[in-house]
Every structure is written in structure tokens, then in C-alpha cells.
């Protein structure tokens, strides 16, 4: 069973897949081309968003669209340069 580690995995994909780019999905998506990359990449994370309404509405297929939209706010999230522990720290500086 997987655990939390694979967050950390897949950013780092997603670092490299900006600093190094190949012809992948993700690599393509932080490229500006016809429209801006934070564009495209705001957008998907709107749909996203939009999906997983429907999915708590509808009970049907949450887990799935909540994996696309915690994937496309990583993807914005590493486009920006953040650093993931950024992300990790602010948890744990709100935390009770
Ligand atoms: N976790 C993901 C991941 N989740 C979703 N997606 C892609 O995000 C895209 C858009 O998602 P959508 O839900 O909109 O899918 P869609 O096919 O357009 O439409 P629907 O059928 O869902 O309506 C699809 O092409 C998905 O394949 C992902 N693409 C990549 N990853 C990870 O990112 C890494 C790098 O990916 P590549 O750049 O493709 O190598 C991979 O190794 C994975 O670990």
C-alpha cells in the first residue's frame, strides 16, 4: 500500500519533467504555446475542481477526481517553484 512518500515522488517528476523537459503531458502543460502555461494549467485545476463537486455530489468517483485536482494544484505548485516542504511546513504551522 502506498503512503504519503509518493507526493514527494511524483513533485520531483514534476521539477524535473519543468527543468527538463520531454514530450509528456505534464512537461507540455508548463510550456507556454498557444495559450500561457499558467493559464492552461489554471484552468485543469478549475475543471478539476469542478469534478470533484460533482463526484461529492453525486457520490461517484471521488477519490479519483481528488487525486486530479491534488495533482493539478502540484503541477501549479511546482510551475510556480515552490518548494513542497513550503507546502508541509504551512500544515504544520497550522496545526492545533
Ligand atoms: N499523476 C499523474 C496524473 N494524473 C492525471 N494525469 C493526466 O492529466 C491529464 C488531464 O486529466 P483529465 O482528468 O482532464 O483527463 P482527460 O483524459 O483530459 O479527460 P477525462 O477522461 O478525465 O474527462 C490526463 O492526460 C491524465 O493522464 C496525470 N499525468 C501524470 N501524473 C504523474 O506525473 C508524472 C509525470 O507525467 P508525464 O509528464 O506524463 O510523464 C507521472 O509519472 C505520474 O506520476
Same mark, same amino acid.
Not at 475542481?49 to 453525486?58: F, G, R
Given at each position: 500500500m502506498a503512503d504519503e512518500t509518493i507526493i514527494n515522488e511524483v513533485y520531483k517528476v514534476l521539477e524535473d519533467r519543468r527543468d527538463n523537459p520531454i514530450d509528456s503531458y505534464t512537461s507540455?502543460?508548463?510550456k507556454d504555446s498557444d495559450k500561457k502555461a499558467v493559464d492552461k494549467i489554471c484552468e485543469k485545476v478549475g475543471e478539476e =475542481? #469542478?469534478?470533484?463537486?460533482? =463526484? #461529492?455530489?453525486?457520490d461517484e468517483n471521488l477519490v479519483y477526481e481528488s487525486v486530479d485536482l491534488i495533482f493539478h494544484n502540484l503541477l501549479l505548485l511546482a510551475y510556480k517553484g515552490v518548494n513542497l516542504n513550503e507546502v508541509f511546513d504551512e500544515f504544520e504551522r497550522r496545526r492545533k
Open positions: 507540455n502543460i508548463m =475542481a #469542478a469534478e470533484v463537486i460533482l =463526484a #461529492a455530489k453525486n
